[in-house]
């Protein structure tokens, strides 16, 4: 397996944030090919520990094979990272999240996460898992789709989308990435750089994999684990995401939860994040020419207090 299949976003930048160091125990929730636990531990080989979790056992398989020599230092752990207080017994001094899929997900055309490579629609990270794509196209209601593209996709067809859905497979099965995709180029014709597909289809894997639910999840339990100083390093890639870590950022550093209409504070809410990053740093120039789907990467760097 050759490890370029994926590029690593922001090595460099999430490994000088993490502020390594000896002794250290971090946490990789996003393991994927390897990627930013290879680099860590290629940074600082003495580290004590590190964690790393995927939900995919395909790709722990190969970021397994990537790692076996660093193995002593490694715990892996199959998992979805919102389940982090159970998962996880210790404080870390350090956690990447890098968010999203891997290339080698996206390009692998059993796992249906693409609309290229006309396959049967899966988009699960988590093989034993029920729910598909599949299944919310060809089952769910249409006003159940519509918002689902609305809230997750911000397609702004979204209800003319799933009406041509529910029209198709009235007569059809929607088996196919390729099926889908002519369905929603019926409504959406191509506008500049964005495939009239994309919006839907990063609708329905966010659907399939409950992902949004998952990162707010994974936050709010992060403080049980960070220690006192430790980093929480963020890669997120498109707006919904970005929101969410910005929105927790902010909570997390104000000392106060009340409405704006009392005048008194009564909340006790106390400050457990510091913002390292006012706003999110972004890939380099370089690394987009040389990685063209790292450009809408935004990281985002916090530190536990
Ligand atoms: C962008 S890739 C990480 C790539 C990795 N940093 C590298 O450089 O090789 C994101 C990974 O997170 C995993 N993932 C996504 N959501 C997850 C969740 N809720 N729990 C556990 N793993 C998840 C995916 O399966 C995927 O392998």
Same mark, same amino acid.
């Given at each position: 397996m050759n490890f370029n299949y994926h590029f690593t976003v922001m090595k460099n930048e999430a490994i000088e944030n993490l502020n390594l160091k000896k002794d250290g125990i971090y946490l990789d929730a996003t393991l994927g090919m390897g990627g930013h636990t290879y680099g860590i531990i290629n940074a600082r080989q003495d580290i004590k520990k590190i964690f790393c979790i995927d939900n995919d056992s395909d790709s722990m398989k190969l970021a397994k094979q990537r790692l076996s020599n660093s193995k002593s230092k490694i715990k892996f752990i199959k998992g979805n990272f919102k389940d982090i207080d159970k998962l996880i017994d210790e404080k870390v001094d350090g956690i990447i999240l890098d968010l999203g899929i891997s290339t080698y997900q996206l390009l692998n055309s059993k796992r249906g996460f693409s609309f290229k490579n006309g396959n049967k629609l899966d988009m699960r990270i988590d093989l034993n898992q029920k729910l598909t794509a599949n299944e919310i196209v060809n089952t769910y209601p249409v006003d159940k789709i519509s918002s689902l593209l609305k809230e997750y996709g911000e397609e702004k067809n979204h209800f003319k989308i799933a009406s041509e859905i529910a029209r198709y497979r009235s007569k059809k099965k929607i088996a196919t990435s390729d099926d889908l995709t002519k369905i929603i180029k019926k409504i959406n014709k191509r506008s500049g750089m964005i495939e009239p597909s994309t919006r839907t289809f990063q609708a329905l894997r966010i659907a399939v994999n409950n992902e949004l639910t998952a990162i707010d999840e994974f936050l709010m339990k992060s403080d049980k684990i960070l220690k006192r100083g430790a980093r929480l390093v963020i890669i997120t890639f498109h707006s919904l995401e970005d929101r969410i870590v910005k929105k927790f950022f902010k909570f997390s550093e104000s000392e106060c939860d009340c #409405? #704006? +209409? $009392?005048?008194? *504070? +009564? *909340? $006790?809410k106390k400050q457990t994040l510091r913002i390292i990053t006012k706003r999110p740093l972004k890939p380099s120039s370089k690394e987009i020419n040389l990685n063209? +789907? +790292?450009?809408?990467a935004k990281m985002r760097i916090g530190e536990a207090i």
């Open positions: #409405p #704006p +209409s $009392k005048m008194i *504070c +009564s *909340c $006790k063209p +789907s +790292s450009r809408s």
